[in-house]
């Protein structure tokens, strides 16, 4: 049994917060914090998430994976709809808020994003649109991320 099998979430018959710490915590080296009954990603140490309308999201997922830039990537609900969040390694490049298009947001320096912990209703709780990948823990980079935004010509 590898690694990831052993600290997958799903299943285990340790506490659940114990099981998501190692999962999350431990096998991809993010740091987790739990508020109440949830689950955040801090992002801290040059980790960050663009995030965008999820309606919006596919062609850039798609545009990420065509390069071999594919990294984790969520939905979060919020009160003006669902938004996708792609986690990215920021490599010292956090350009000015004012650079991004209109409807994309950048969130790092100790922002903390919510992870999904278990089975939910689709469509309104935090679930994965690419989930972490144990055989490939890096994440793309944060220009990756924003080059992917607007398709080249």
């Known amino acids: 049994m590898t ?7 799903t299943g285990a018959t340790r506490p659940e917060s114990e099981r998501f710490d190692a999962y999350y915590g431990r096998l991809f080296g993010w740091s987790v914090q739990w508020r109440g009954q949830g689950l955040f990603l801090v992002l ?6 663009v995030t965008l309308p999820k309606l919006t999201a596919t062609p850039v ?20 709809g669902a938004r996708a969040a792609l986690l990215a390694e920021t490599d010292g490049l956090v350009p000015p808020r004012g650079t991004l298009p209109k409807d ?4 790092d320096c100790g922002a903390l994003v919510p992870l999904p912990i278990g089975p939910r209703a689709t469509g309104v ?3 994965w649109l690419t989930a972490p990948d144990p055989r490939q823990r ?10 992917a935004l607007h398709p080249r010509r």
Do not use: I, K, Y
């Not at 997922?61 to 003006?80: D, E, I, K, V």
């Not at 994309?104 to 969130?107: H, P, S």
């Open 44 to 49: 801290d140490n040059g980790l960050c998430a």
């Open 61 to 80: 997922l798609q545009r990420l994976a065509a390069t071999g830039c594919q990294g984790p990537a969520l939905t979060l609900p919020t009160q003006h």
């Open 125 to 127: 709780a935090v679930e």
């Open 104 to 107: 994309v947001d950048l969130l």
């Open 138 to 147: 890096w994440l793309p980079s944060l220009g990756a991320v924003l080059a």
């Open 3 to 9: 690694l990831d099998q052993q600290l997958q979430p």
